[in-house]
């Protein structure tokens, strides 16, 4: 095997694939976003979300603490920007912003010792990543601008949707889906 196959090898086990929840925000997105729309696919992963509001007729950015996601999101022709949620942008920027959250509860004591235990775990509320994404996200949306968040059934949704509502957002569910274990919807946060 050459280093060059064993590094990509090593790249899909290190970032969190498209799976039902990447498809049901990338559906939403793709549906919401306007073409020439400066858009932000925060936590990009596998840039699933991302391509398809490329596809839309967006300019997608595409960030990621995972180094090995930007990677991927860079290999996938998106522009790709390394780093903590939203610290790396400027105020209001962005026409609307996407976000899949690592959102699986997790006991405390349970180590993030890799980057796919990062990708999906929320901490012991599975609120820990989307509580700091709510605050911030304001921020880097422009005055009219639109935040699309994955919530699970398994966070809490309506102490996320208290949450988002006592930062200023109105909110509405754009996309659901029900499964034996969880119901994941999509939630429109605007101004």
């Known amino acids: 095997m ?13 970032v969190y694939g498209a799976a039902e929840d990447s498809e049901l925000l990338a559906g939403a997105a793709a549906d919401l976003v306007g073409s020439g729309w400066t858009v932000l696919d925060c936590g990009t992963g596998s840039g699933h979300v991302g391509v398809r509001m490329r596809k839309a007729g967006a300019r997608v950015i595409a960030s ?3 180094p090995h996601a930007c990677e991927r999101a860079r290999e996938a022709g998106l522009e790709a920007v390394r780093g903590d949620l939203l610290d790396p942008f400027r105020s209001g920027v962005f026409d609307a912003v996407a976000f899949n959250p690592p959102y ?20 012991q509320s599975g609120r820990a990543v989307i509580e700091p994404f709510l605050d911030g996200v304001g921020r880097v949306l422009a005055p009219d601008g639109i935040a699309l968040l994955l919530v699970s059934s398994l966070t809490g949704y309506e102490s996320v949707l208290g949450y988002a509502g006592d930062r200023g957002f109105e909110t509405s569910v754009v996309a659901e889906e029900s499964f034996p274990f969880e119901t994941l919807s999509v939630v429109a946060l605007t101004r």
């Open 2 to 14: 050459t280093r060059d196959l064993a590094d990509r090898r090593g790249v899909e086990t290190e």
């Open 64 to 66: 990621d603490l995972n």
């Open 104 to 123: 699986l509860p997790t006991e405390p004591e349970t180590e993030w010792d890799d980057w796919m235990e990062v990708a999906l775990s929320g901490g």
